[in-house]
């Protein structure tokens, strides 16, 4: 059901004659970006900066750090940035702090092109526009499946199982690479296993944590027993490393960002010899639960509010030809595009899958993020064997309990 | 130097230091006693392309009124140190009443993580900067017998690990001793052993880490003890040439009570410097294995809800184990003022 509004547009195929924003040229004063670093946003500011002129300067900043960047960045006065491209786990902070403006009226004035699933609307007021969709979802390599002679996995169960099969048949040793580096992404292997048997993070309507249940043990084996089926330097792994490690012949099952599809099929220089026999799917299920064990996530930019209003609407108009839906039309294979006009690739096949497989998004909780770090820092133990999971779940939780004490959501 | 002349000699630099490192510690001091304020949650409609839901959220305008009026946040006084993150007075009263024996309240102990970063930057500190000073000593004075024409070109490349910056240092380490890199490969067909990896074990990690630091800190030591054996008395040297004495006798007897003064003061350089220890730890994606105090006051300030209070009580910490840790060469230097004063 809330998954339908998605796919009105990704099906929505409003096809060509769409009117394509052009660059503001009468537009003056300052657009600054702060965004994160991977292809589909880079597609974007490239757009974006084309449309400098002499009476218009356009800055980009490109980083991987920009959650650490964005609050300090944008309380100065005037923010450093104008624009903020985020997801809904990383705008939460910016809104917390109350460092966006509200957009209604930019998007009377020149939303024209925008849909109505791609206004983040918080409390009746559009806070942020969104333009694609991501999810971590299922890579495998369909040969060497066939070769060990298994259908593709549905749960994390069946991953296991074809780990088994194709170790056994001597095609690999260890065929499994998932993003297990602590920092954030460990982090995320768990939530994903966690919110793939429909745990709850915290107690009905409170801040308090209740993760150490039946539910976090059985994420935290499960994430123990594919860790067996991993090389042996797995904690070192972020999803960067999936690529060459399926190009290296190493893995031939992996999960990770849709955001980042398009390097491991036909046409990527990062996986040239691998990409003809890769196939993306929906992110395996938890046994006994009926939707991909992986949370959806949408990207979007959000407008500073601490700088002149004549810059903010440069920099709404600067954005509307940024993100117009020619971009959808041209590189439709960088991302699952929510912009009008939009026709799914083979790219996008694995996002679709699990938002229609009902995913859940990442939780928008204020205290989530401190609950990820809690997570991320206290896990290694357990897989490395050193304690078990109970004591590792404890040792989240109160990790977790001082720092949502410390922040003031717990008192 | 009468007092006076020196007085005004060392003000600009007083000044400087009062400004960039006297202030922000009191500021940092002072945070360490704050945290933020109690937070005002509301519950609002919030709708994306997924579809609309009740969500909890901050109340800005109400946290930035309060925050514009007390800007420093919620007193808190000691609790942030002695809180389970730091010195978890109560977690060690509860292990050590509860634990059956020594090594299960140790190992108790160093699962808190301000314990275990203490103990991970305590070993680093300890291995790292005896043998530093050790390679340090031996390179300056293989070099020091070079005929000078090889000289130049020798010393640039050992300090080549100064110039690089740490974290790129430990990122090319990273790659090397990846299983397809050239010291991980390497060491797979010297052991025969095909699953060896030096980023999979604790301590293998470990030990990767401290190669690394000692092969950044050599050249720092080498270069300056270069500089100390040019000026080793000639004529002391060569009387004890005519005496007879062996390379080994004249590089015990004349050359290392020479460096002596040096040597400590290297030693001390390198406890502050080592003590510090974090670059490594996130360029050899070593965080699953190894984290130090400067890592704990780093990840507290990342990510969307940076724990001020939590890294400015770190921060402390640290400035007080790094006063324990030099307090016998201070305690030294402060005789040596009296005797001569």
Known sequence: ?411 | MPHRTFTLFILPSMLAMLLFIALPLVSVVLQSFYVEHAQALVQVETCDPFGCKTEIRVDATAMQALNAKEPQGRFNGFDTYLDGAHLAVDELRTIWTRAPDMAAGLSQTLNLPFYRALLFTLVYTVVVSPLSLGLGFLIALSVNILPRVTRGGVIYITLLPMIVPSVIGALTLFWMIDQNGIIGSFLQWMTGDNTLSLKASGALAWATLFAHGVWSNAPFVFIVFFAALQTVPRDTLEAAMVDGASRFERLRLVTLPHLAPIATFLMLILIMDNFRVFESIVGLSATAHASSLSSLIFFALRGDTPLFGSAAATSMLTVICIFVLLLPSLRRAWTGFRSKA
């Open chain 1, 1 to 411: 059901m809330t998954h339908r509004l998605l796919f009105a547009a990704v099906a929505a195929i409003h096809l060509a004659g769409a009117a394509s924003a052009e660059c503001p040229t009468d537009a003056t004063g300052s657009v600054r970006i702060l965004s994160n670093d991977f292809a589909a946003l880079n597609a974007i500011n490239e757009r974006a900066l084309a449309c400098a002129t002499a009476n218009l300067t356009m800055t980009a900043n490109q980083t991987t750090q920009h959650t650490d960047l964005q609050v300090p960045a944008l309380t100065a006065n005037p923010a450093e940035y104008t624009v903020k491209f985020g997801a809904n786990g990383s705008m939460t902070a910016l809104l917390t702090a109350g460092l966006l403006r509200p957009l209604d009226d930019l998007v009377a004035k020149y939303g024209q092109d925008l849909l109505p699933t791609q206004l983040i609307k918080i409390d009746g007021k559009v806070m942020a526009i969104a333009f694609m969709a991501n999810a971590e979802h299922f890579f495998f390599r369909e040969d060497v499946l066939a070769a060990a002679g298994i259908a593709p996995p549905q749960t994390w169960d069946d991953v296991l199982a074809a780990a088994e099969a194709i170790r056994a048949k001597g095609v690999m040793q260890n065929p499994l690479g998932l993003s297990y580096a602590p920092g954030w992404e460990l982090g995320q292997g768990f939530v994903n296993l966690y919110l793939g048997q429909d745990g709850e993070f915290f107690q009905p309507g409170s801040a308090v944590p209740s993760i150490n249940n039946a539910k976090g043990l059985k994420a935290l084996e499960t994430m123990k027993a594919l860790a067996g089926y991993m090389g042996p330097d797995y904690l070192t792994w972020s999803s960067d490393a999936m690529a060459p490690l399926l190009e290296a012949n190493t893995i031939a099952m992996s999960n990770f960002w849709g955001s980042e599809a398009a390097e491991v099929l036909p046409g990527t220089e990062k996986a040239p010899t691998a990409a003809p026999f890769m196939r993306l799917a929906a992110a395996p299920a938890m046994a006994g639960y009926d939707h991909p064990a992986t949370t959806i996530w949408w990207d979007g930019f959000g407008i500073a509010k601490n700088i002149s209003d004549a810059d903010a609407e440069a920099t709404f108009r600067v954005m509307m030809h940024a993100i117009a839906p020619e971009l959808a039309t041209e590189k439709p294979q960088l991302a699952v595009w929510l912009m009008k006009g939009y026709v799914p690739t083979p790219a996008a096949a694995g996002v679709i899958a699990s938002v229609q497989g009902g995913a859940p998004a990442y939780p928008t909780v204020p205290y989530m993020n401190l609950m990820h770090t809690a997570i991320d820092d206290n896990i290694v133990g357990f897989l490395k064997g050193e304690e078990t999971a109970e004591q590792a779940l404890t040792d989240a939780e109160a990790a977790y309990t001082i720092a949502a004490r410390e922040a003031g959501f717990i008192q």
